[in-house]
């Protein structure tokens, strides 16, 4: 009896240290790369909703150079997109009022202020540090990455970005209409394209923050803060400066400057209208260089805003209408995988500046990134670097906007003086009651 039971003690120890030999060997693979990419490949398959921009060539080659980037980083995470809408913000407003946010969202400075409220944003602060992101933003663009209150909820891409009045040369040479420098010189323009069914200039109206830029382009010609020291209370509508801006839209409206459609036109209508010789000029951000210049070639370029006289139109090259403020990809706190969307909504970000660098030729963006354009830089972007450290001051693109009364009061108004009969003392009046 002891026999039998000396010999199951001994079978017992060796299938032990056989057990135990075979789980040493599991722990030393798995320090290794195969047994990671095991462990990877077994992990939860993740899908992230994301609200994002993708309607033209600048929108879409950086979300899909991305997406193919992130398959390679996170294999187990796969983007649901949502294209973000043409309004002006409006749709995300409805998705966070209904509870619906995505994971992961395209976000200007208004919707941040607004989200901050409303608990809808995160604090990506540690997340920023976490994956080296802070360390890659440019010096230049750290006013885009950190919000007023010193933290960061959104992932920048862009850098400081400005309103470019573009022009077609070959129409303006064809009808003998010289570049306009003063605003007599712009409705002798007017007058000539009209008589040769041209479109004096394309804009898409039916988006208010086009038709807030074109008014702030004016605007700077008298007082350089523009719409900036309307929205941080520091100017009035009423003030002359403003005044002017709203009569001078007004008188160039009457003359013809638009389409009779124009508060209806989108961008794709008014772009093409542009791109397809309808139109001699358009006004856009400078991310439109490149597909100007594949339509247009050497046809397009763009040109200084005009001004009421030739010496202020001089002065007026370094005042400009732009900029930039915090903005960029926005997370969800209540989203399931806040931690894992927000490390994402990074990298996606850094991707996008890769992409535009390397893909549309475009330098102005928030990181810096390791890679070379495959192309030479487009003349009207080289023109734009070079002019850039002249540059004195710049104001806000509508997205930048605090006052979220005057954001859409202001957007409203500037789609009514596009009606012709819309009275400008009406617009001073609406203007200035959202900013007392």
Known sequence: MNKKLAILLVIVIAVSMLAGCTTNSGNESSTGGNATEKNNNAEEKITLRIYAQYFDDDTKVPYDYAVEELKKA????????????QDDGQKLMTLAATGNLPDIYQVGLAQIENFKKSGNIMILNEVAEKTGFIDKVYES???????????????????NEYVLWYYNKALFEQYKVKVPKTFDDLLEAIKVFRENDIIPMALFGAEGWITVAFYDC???????????????????????????????????VKAGLFS??????????????????KAAMFLNGQWYIPDATKALGDNVDWMFYPSYDEESYEAGKTVWSGGGAASGYAVNPSSEHAQLAAEVAAFISEKYCEAKVKLRGMPFVALKVDVEPETDYAPMTKK???????????????????????????????????????SVDDFIREVDNSLN
């Open 141 to 159: 663009a750290k006013n885009i990455l950190y919000n007023e209150d010193g933290n960061i909820y959104a992932f920048p891409y862009a850098g």
């Open 384 to 422: 734009l670097l070079d002019h850039i450290p002249n540059i004195t001051s710049v104001t806000k693109f509508d997205w930048h906007l605090t006052n979220s009364l005057f954001k859409t009061t202001i957007e409203d108004q500037t789609k009514f003086l596009l009606i012709s009969d819309y």
């Open 218 to 252: 004016l605007a700077t010609r008298w007082d350089a803060g523009g719409i900036a020291k309307l929205d941080n209370g520091e100017a009035k509508a009423s003030n002359e400066a403003y005044v002017n801006a709203a009569k001078t839209m007004q008188q160039l």
């Open 260 to 277: 009779d459609s124009v508060n209806v036109t989108n961008y794709d209508q008014a772009s093409e209208l542009f791109l397809s010789g």
């Open 74 to 85: 996170y294999p187990n995470v796969k983007l649901e997109l949502e294209p973000q809408a």
